[in-house]
Nanobody, 116 residues
Framework: QVHVVESGGGLVPPGGSLRLSCAAS????????MLWYRQAPGKQRDWVAT???????TYADTVKGRFTISRDGAKNTGYLQMNSLKPEDTAVYYC??????????WGQGTQVTVSS
């Protein structure tokens, strides 16, 4: 029904920046919230950030002050701006889209690798 695609990942040196995108498509719908998660090899999938209705944002302590979540409602696209990246930020980053009166949808993930 709703298709979610993340993009923008890549290889970045420590201290660098990346801007991830989360595009939701599949018809006309309203988004209650967009959430970003990440999963490193051998570890569980952890929550990173959320932007909810009203533009309320929350962040995991591990990324607070370095990452910024935002959303462009006209495009049904969300973003995760990642600055001051650290090797421990290396993970597959997933977008989770909460659709009003429907369900939550996951993207396929985009790889972020922070390494020299």
């Amino acid at each position: 029904q709703v298709h979610v695609v993340e993009s923008g990942g890549g290889l970045v040196p420590p201290g660098g920046s990346l801007r991830l995108s989360c595009a939701a498509s599949g018809g006309i719908f309203s988004i209650n919230a967009m959430l970003w998660y990440r999963q490193a090899p051998g570890k569980q999938r952890d929550w990173v950030a959320t932007i909810a209705q009203g533009g309320v944002t929350t962040y995991a302590d591990t990324v607070k002050g370095r990452f910024t979540i935002s959303r462009d409602g006209a495009k049904n696209t969300g973003y995760l701006q990642m600055n001051s990246l650290k090797p421990e930020d290396t993970a597959v980053y997933y977008c989770n889209v909460w659709v009003l009166n429907d369900a939550a949808y996951w993207g396929q993930g985009t790889q972020v690798t922070v390494s020299s």
